[in-house]
């Protein structure tokens, strides 16, 4: 099973800054790599697949980036509505999993 | 719109089992896979397992192995996940989602499936 490692496991930001958060994986999954998006009492949101490809309505403010194990996810001057929980999860083997989670909150 | 409507919240004892729905409508079901992922209260989100329709085949997580049922009614445009054995720590939100093959596009809203004697 491809473990995926996020850090830091809680990023303290003000709104307008910039967010950087980090998945590693165990293996490579090439660029079979997606973010997703949750906020409290809701499912999560597809942000980015294919480790940089925008989903349908994402503003262009997120992007990804990375292939083989390293990967990240960039928010480029935080709204309000960005603080929230942030999940990678790999696709690459017939097994799927999820990174355990980047915390972006208010400092 | 695509969505996808899962049953509700669920109670059960150690040592049952439990059979989520997922009705599905907007979009072609037999095209896209399902798969299904639990979170835990205050935990991250757990892959449990993937349906694929072409084929009919089904590939689980090693954890789940041996436990998860995921089942299949065209008809209704519905998608089924059956976890036996509960256990108290099988307490968590189970979600079906659609995948076009990169990433889960679309979720469910979830169901709470509490665990407890």
């Known amino acids: 099973e491809i473990v995926l490692t996020q850090s830091p496991g809680t990023l303290s930001l003000s709104p307008g800054e910039r967010a950087t958060l980090s998945c590693r994986a165990s293996?490579?999954?090439?660029?079979?790599l997606a973010w997703y998006q949750q906020k409290p009492g809701q499912a999560p949101r597809l942000l980015i697949s294919g480790a940089s490809s925008r989903a349908t309505g994402i503003p262009d403010r997120f992007s990804g980036s990375g292939s083989g194990t390293d990967f990240t996810l960039t928010i480029s001057g935080l709204e309000p509505e960005d603080f929230a929980l942030y999940y990678c999860q790999q696709y690459g083997g017939s097994s799927w999993t999820f990174g355990q989670g980047t915390k972006v909150e208010i400092k | 719109q695509v969505q996808l409507v899962q049953s509700g919240a669920e109670v059960k004892k150690p040592g049952a089992s439990v059979k989520i729905s997922c009705k599905a409508s907007?979009?072609?079901?037999?095209?896209?896979?399902m798969h299904w992922v639990r979170q835990a209260p205050g935990q991250g989100l757990e892959w449990m397992g993937v349906f694929n329709p072409g084929p009919s085949r089904t590939t689980f997580a090693q954890n789940f192995q041996g436990r998860v049922t995921l089942t299949w009614d065209t008809s209704t445009s519905t998608a089924y996940m059956e976890l036996s054995s509960l256990r108290s720590e099988d307490t968590a939100v189970y979600y079906c989602a659609r995948s076009p093959s990169a990433g889960n596009d679309y979720w469910g809203q979830g169901t709470l499936v509490t665990v407890s004697s």
């Open positions: 293996q490579s999954v090439d660029s079979y």
């Open positions: 907007g979009y072609p079901f037999n095209s896209y896979y």
